[in-house]
């Protein structure tokens, strides 16, 4: 990946995370590297058990104890992230680095009040007076739209629905104004609706705290409107990453393409999406060469022997994959992709100036506030 | 909740009207009579005292008649015990009686949460295995053996408490910690699973990430997650700790109800036996029907929807 190392906010390095399992050694993280500017929005986008949580969980420490970390490095504040102690990685959690999970249902503590909940960040970090940091979540808990905050704030977490909650869990992660905040399938576990209000709110809620966000998701669509920059990870690799139009309109992985493919739009016309074939690997052993090749139709024979190493597209777009070598024949992609990079073409008109498409790709664009809770 | 309420205190009246009906007819299928053992009384001496105490009169009769003095709080006079009034009986014996329960139950209860606690943080390791023995002891080891066992290492050998009797404080130290085995031993087991199960939920993860301690964690939001489901366990552990403090007061010649029972039995005191039953009949009702209120005090789940409904 590019550097410019004084942006640059997180900077993960070669990172290698190993499983200790019954079965085995699982290589979870195969060296992964990326980085995360001040203010921008990265998405990693990839499958069930490609390794986005494993990565993210490791920027706070947070793996389970059979996590071992292999090799590499994650840059935070010019220091690595996994050289710090315990002690250490509580003073980071929740105060520089803090974290969304996917269920809302089951992420707040069924027995303490919401407003404690929320206050609990900036009583550990801030030392506040319990009075001041109550009346912090009461501010927090307006600024997540949570309506009638007033009385609210002495509810439990029972007392919500699923959004309500998932607005909660944001307050609690945001109260103490982390320079980080790692989303883990926030949207996931709701209901498609409330997935836009709860998008929505981040986007607005990163620009008024200012914060950078990674972004993890298995769903392309939910990426669109949210992220600048997209990774793609498969089986404990990152493929391709680039900007968000450069992953959209000009992919270069097959499997980019797959997932995209796999991801319904305002175009799709025939009634069925197509699926990418095949499992992923399993991990206990990964496979000689490039993971993908195996559910690939576009692999070449040096597929199975060697790993393809990251080719430039762009300055800031890389994939790693053989086809992109200059030896490889010219591989014609699927046809909605041949659309996509043909629209991707038109964009980039004459004097080099960026048009987007008029259609939006994504539901997370067009909305609007009637539908809310 | 009101409504609530009322339903259970009429099953309460049921279930202690069931207790008492039962009670009364499997007692009088013992055999042998309260003069058995007095082989110098004659056929009219005997005569005279069962028609003092309504005993010549249908077993039906005295059910009735005996259960209209249970209803006035009367629960007759003593064979054995000097003909006095069962209540005052009781009254007198029961301090001893609760004084132990009490003791055990705290005593128990509090060290197997702390037991049970730290063997779930510490899972897995020799801290878990060891703790996890001691409580697989302490439940198949029946409290009458622990009780032998304390008596005659701690007591006897040692020296350090009093073998039996009752007086100070030093005397009710080896029956609670006899009677104490079972509700620690369930508690802890109790514990460490709910422990678990709590420590590997998202809140704890989210609280994790919040930057607390691990005590932090524990003490905050595992410990009084793992707690609430106590509460049920605390009827099932009066029971236990009734059923044992019957055998162990008697080891302990500790001068409660337990020991008033077993005799009372061996002897078909009719009055006492029925009044004992009934005390801890009622005991019993009241401490479940105390733990479903107050679970639903401490547990905003169903504390809401209690007010609802």
């Known amino acids: ?373 | 909740m009101a409504k609530y309420l009322l339903k259970r205190l009429f099953y309460l009246i049921l279930t202690l009207f069931l207790i008492a009906t039962i009670t009364f007819f499997m007692m009088k299928l013992l055999p042998g009579t309260p003069l058995s053992n007095e082989s110098k009384l004659s056929h009219t001496q005997i005569q005279m005292i069962y028609h003092t105490y309504g005993l010549d009169k249908p077993v039906w009769q005295q059910y009735l008649i005996y259960l209209a003095g249970m209803v006035r709080g009367n629960f007759g006079l003593s064979f054995q015990f000097d003909n006095q009034p069962v209540s005052y009986l009781l009254a007198t014996r029961m301090p001893a009686s609760f004084q132990l329960g009490i003791q055990a139950m705290i005593v128990g209860v509090l060290l197997g949460i702390i037991v049970g606690g730290i063997a779930a943080i510490r899972r897995n390791t020799w801290v878990d295995g060891t703790m996890t023995v001691i409580s697989i002891l302490m439940i198949s080891i029946p409290s009458f053996v622990l009780a032998i066992l304390l008596q005659y290492y701690i007591g006897l050998k040692a020296g350090a408490f009093p073998v039996a009797g009752w007086g100070n404080f030093s005397y009710t130290i080896l029956p609670t910690i006899a009677l104490a085995g079972s509700p620690f031993a369930t508690t802890a087991r109790f514990i460490r699973t709910e422990m678990v199960d709590v420590m590997s939920s998202d809140y704890i993860e989210l609280a994790k990430a919040k930057g607390l301690t691990s005590t932090g964690v524990v003490y905050h939001h595992a410990l009084r997650n793992s707690l609430i489901p106590l509460i049920t366990l605390i009827g099932p552990l009066t029971v236990n700790l009734m059923t044992g403090s019957l055998v162990v007061e008697n080891i302990f010649a500790v001068p409660g109800i337990g020991e008033q029972f077993v005799k009372s039995i061996t002897t078909n005191d009719y009055p006492t036996i029925m009044g004992i039953t009934m005390m801890y009949s009622v005991l019993l009702v009241v401490v479940l029907l105390i733990t479903d209120i107050v679970y639903g005090i401490v547990d905003p789940r169903i504390r809401l929807q209690g007010g609802r409904s």
Request: hydrophobic letters at 40%.
């Open chain 1, 1 to 373: 990946m590019e550097n410019n190392d004084t942006e640059n906010l997180i900077e993960v390095k070669n990172l290698k995370i190993n499983f200790d399992t019954y079965a085995g050694k699982v290589k979870a993280i195969r060296d992964v590297s990326f980085h995360l500017k001040k203010g921008e929005t990265l998405a990693i986008v990839g499958e069930s058990g490609s390794g986005k949580s494993v990565t993210t969980r490791s920027l706070m420490g947070l793996n389970a104890d059979n996590a071992e970390i292999a090799g590499g490095q994650i840059m935070f504040h010019g220091e690595d992230v996994l050289k710090k102690s315990e002690k250490e990685m509580q003073q980071i959690r929740g105060k520089d680095i803090a974290m969304i999970f996917q269920d809302p249902m089951t992420s707040l503590d069924p027995t303490m009040k919401i407003g404690r909940q929320i206050a609990e960040p900036l009583i550990i970090h801030n030392h506040v007076s319990k009075k001041q940091a109550m009346a912090q979540a009461l501010e927090m808990l307006k600024l997540v739209g949570i309506t009638d905050a007033e009385h609210r704030i002495n509810d439990y977490p029972h007392q919500f629905s699923g959004g309500m909650r998932q607005r909660i869990v944001i307050a609690i992660a945001l109260i103490c104004y982390p320079e980080v905040l790692i989303a883990d399938e926030p949207t996931t576990a709701l209901d498609v609706t409330i997935q836009a209000q709860i998008l929505k709110l981040m986007k607005e809620l990163q620009e008024k705290i200012e914060t950078s966000i990674i972004f993890i998701t298995h769903d392309l669509g939910v990426v669109a409107g949210m992220a600048d920059r997209i990774a793609v990870m498969y089986a404990g690799k990152i493929v391709e990453y680039g900007t968000v139009d450069e992953i959209f309109y000009n992919p270069q992985h097959p499997y980019t393409w797959g997932l995209l493919n796999s991801m319904p739009t305002l175009d799709t016309q025939s009634g069925e999406l197509s699926a990418i074939p095949g499992t992923p690997p399993d991990l206990l052993d990964p496979p000689k060469g490039d993971a993908f090749a195996a559910r690939n139709p576009y692999a070449l024979k040096i597929d199975a022997e060697q790993e393809p190493p990251f080719f430039k597209v762009s300055d800031t777009h890389y994939a790693a994959t053989w086809l992109l070598d200059p030896r490889a024949e010219k591989v014609t992609p699927p046809e909605a992709i041949a659309k996509r990079q043909a629209q991707w073409a038109k964009m980039h008109t004459d004097d080099g100036e960026l048009v987007r498409p008029a259609t939006p790709l994504n539901t997370a664009d067009n909305l609007d506030d009637s539908d809310r809770e």
